[in-house]
């Protein structure tokens, strides 16, 4: 969640190349074949198939399509294989912080009253700067800009001095044409270190200082190479009216908006702050605890142009847990201190470099570059999570906020950035928001959202306090009692104690703001020291809060899968790993033979019972081509059904990635392959277990 001015990082966009995925790398090491055997090798990311790819199988394709798209970029629909995908993300999200963690799951409403995004400081600073082309009008997001030129310089630099020129993204040939890419320029060292030194504190700017940029630099709509006017901020939420407007005006206390304004929430968050006080119930008032919801958010953002990199509808899952400001230590910190993450510093970024270091979880909290163990044990926990679902650690790091980019409240914050061909994307947040959310939400509507916590030893302190002659004091003074008295009781311990003394001398007098003197005697006030016993500690919690964008990761997660075989550049296939794969079993029967049906039957009600799902394909192509088909749809597994399996009860199973077939009675391939879904073994144990098949069985 931030406020302020959002960005995504694209410092070094267009030389992601690909290499084998890292479930091949799991595979090579698994299966008793050779890596050159089964001819799968490192190629370059061919983004152009890799979209192919994407739109043919249906992942997923821009809403509205055959409305041609009315003007409505950035909104998405799912196919079948990216709905299941996305699906099979969350369950495992849920697994791995729900239920691991013991989180309180909420689902709360998307349409939100105005009055809350006021009081969270949404309305006035959820925005983004945005510029305008001076001539066309056309509006474009000034730190994109920014960015997006002086990469494209620095291109151009590395072309004219004749280094590995950056090829044009493949969806970058558009801007190209239009003149985003820059000539093949050298330019003066120095102008290359301020450039560098620029992008890597992008996300720093104000929107004076990106304007000062635009100017210094020339920078120009690459689209149109017109000027471009000074940064403005654009909120970024859509709002929405509830009920028919100008119905019940000042109905509502809290609001200094039109009573029914609404706005459509950009994030989870405050639907986990409103209702703290109910989950701290639910909780039976301890600390620490978390809440976490998975649901839908909208932000309007300015040109969203990255697919799903940057929509204005998408799925977020967010975390809020809840700690003692006074003791952020995690107790399950052990289980992750030694997991070491690349990590980029906000000093290095604000000295204008972007060199990353490789270092405990532990270490990094003990030297306070991240700054508590609840904060490091989720940045940890995050990046198991990554890991497990599939994206190459080598390809991911965290981001640590810069001081500009961070919200004055927060404590620390970092961002789980994922390499792709777009360059560094940010997929995940987490921050330590310190207790800025629950206080101004309790300050607004007087609810106290709060922790009261019993202390098992009450706190006893001693203090000066002031006792008074209430009749006497409002005879002296009459309406001006009250002030004296505020005077008085406003007087820190030292102040206090000097009256004290005074009064014992006698008399003293005491000062008005506004310069009136007030005579006090022991007659009107003694000062007398008092015991207190506090058994009782109330505090507002800090929160920690991670918050994952689903569709950038379900996007990353399918580039860092992607490749092809030599042998069929064509196709691609798809590494996801089987916990997330949409469908983990493919059924194949030779063909689509009555003889078969029972056997095709028997297999898919026995993996049904298991759990595993899997789908038949009994069309009339090729076996090959079958496979091939669902290699591109991420299917982990396959199952040929052929006359062997009528008269042995043989099957044979194949494994995507290195096309290793192994044969075994339909019970053997049938427990081996739940046990390889549900990851108990790899495929090196499968091949343990069942022999190679020779390819003489499936011949009719
Ligand atoms: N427009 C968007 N499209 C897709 N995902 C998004 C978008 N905006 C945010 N997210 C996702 O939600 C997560 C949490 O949102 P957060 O407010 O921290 O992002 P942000 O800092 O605004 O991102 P950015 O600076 O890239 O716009 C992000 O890490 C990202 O995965």
């Not at 082309?133 to 730190?143: E, I, M, N, S, Y």
């Not at 008269?647 to 739940?674: C, F, K, P, S, Y």
Request: hydrophobic fraction near 40%; charged fraction near 25%; charge should be negative.
């Amino acid at each position: 969640m931030r406020l302020g001015f959002r960005h995504i990082r694209s410092i070094s966009s267009y030389h992601c190349r690909i290499s084998i995925p890292r479930s091949l790398h799991r595979s090579f090491s698994t299966t008793t074949m050779a890596a050159s055997e089964v001819n799968k090798t490192a190629h370059s990311f061919d983004k152009a198939r890799f979209e192919a790819l994407l739109n043919r199988r249906f992942f997923y394709a821009p809403a509205f399509e055959i409305y041609g798209g009315i003007g409505v970029a950035g909104l998405y629909d799912y196919g079948p294989p990216g709905s299941s995908l996305q699906a099979n993300i969350i369950a495992e999200w849920r697994k791995h912080f729900i239920i691991e963690e013991h989180m309180l799951e909420l689902d709360t409403t998307i349409m939100t009253p105005a009055s809350v995004f006021e009081t969270s400081g949404h309305v006035a600073r959820f925005a983004d700067w945005m510029v305008k082309d001076t001539k066309t009008g056309d509006v474009l997001r000034a730190d994109h800009l920014v960015g997006g030129v002086l990469e494209a310089r620095l291109a151009g630099d590395k072309e004219a001095r004749g280094l590995a020129a950056a090829p044009p993204a493949p969806d970058d040939k558009k801007k190209k044409k239009k003149g985003a890419k820059a000539a093949a320029v050298k330019l003066d060292d120095e102008v290359v270190k301020e450039y560098e030194s620029i992008l890597a504190q992008l996300d720093n700017y104000s929107g004076l200082e990106l304007g000062e940029l635009c100017r210094t630099y020339a920078l120009r709509n690459p689209d149109t190479d017109n000027e471009v006017g000074e940064p403005q901020q654009f909120n970024l939420m859509f709002a929405s009216s509830i009920g028919p407007t100008g119905q019940h005006p000042g109905e509502n206390q809290f609001l200094k908006l039109p009573t029914n304004l609404s706005y459509l929430r950009p994030e989870t968050a405050q639907g986990h702050f409103l209702n703290f006080s109910r989950l701290l119930e639910f909780n039976n008032g301890r600390i620490p605890f978390a809440s976490a919801q998975i649901g839908r958010s909208f932000r309007n953002e300015i040109s969203p142009r990255a697919g799903l990199l940057r929509v204005r509808e998408f799925t977020m899952a967010e975390i809020e847990h809840y700690v003692d400001p006074e003791d952020k230590s995690h107790e399950r910190f052990d289980e992750v201190r030694d997991i070491v993450l690349t990590l980029l510093q906000k000093s290095v970024q604000e000295s204008g470099n972007n060199g990353t270091i490789r270092m405990s979880v532990g270490d990094a909290v003990a030297k306070g570059i991240i700054a508590n163990e609840t904060l490091g044990y989720f940045i940890a926990r995050i990046y198991q999570f990554l890991l497990k679902i599939g994206i190459n650690p080598a390809r991911l790091r965290f981001r640590q906020h810069m001081k500009n980019e961070m919200a004055h409240y927060a404590a620390d914050c970092w961002d789980a950035e994922i390499q792709n061909s777009t360059g560094w994307t940010e997929c995940v947040g987490c921050a330590d928001r310190a207790a800025y959310d629950l206080s101004v939400h309790s300050a607004r509507t007087g609810h106290p959202l709060v922790v009261r916590q019993a202390l098992k030893e009450p706190i006893v302190t001693e203090k000066e306090v002031p006792e008074w002659n209430k009749k006497a004091l409002g005879k002296t003074f009459k309406g001006d009692a009250g002030v004296v008295q505020k005077l008085v009781e406003a007087l820190e311990e030292p102040e206090l104690l000097k009256l004290k003394g005074e009064l014992l001398q006698g008399a003293t007098v005491i000062k008005s703001e506004d310069g009136k003197e007030f005579q006090l005697t022991p007659e009107l006030l003694t000062i007398e020291r008092k015991v207190f016993k506090q058994s009782i500690r109330e505090y507002t919690p800090n929160v920690i809060e991670p918050s994952f964008g689903l569709g950038r990761i379900l996007y990353t997660l399918l580039e860092h899968s992607f490749w092809a075989r030599e042998q069929d550049v064509e196709r691609g296939v798809l590494s996801l790993p089987s916990v997330v794969a949409p469908t983990k079993v493919l059924i194949v029967p030779l063909s689509a033979r009555e003889e078969f049906a029972p056997l095709v039957q028997e297999v898919s009600s026995k993996l049904r019972r298991a759990g595993v799902f899997s789908r038949v394909d009994d069309s009339n192509t090729s076996i090959g081509k079958r496979y091939a088909r669902n290699d591109e749809l991420g299917t982990p597994f396959g199952i040929t059904v052929d006359f062997a399996s009528v008269q042995n009860r043989t099957m044979t199973l194949r494994e995507r990635d290195t096309t290793d077939q192994r044969i075994g009675t339909i019970d053997e391939v049938i427990a081996t392959v739940v046990e390889l879904v549900n990851g108990s073994i790899d495929w090196n144990a499968a091949c343990a277990r069942l022999p190679a098949y020779d390819g003489v069985q499936a011949v009719e």
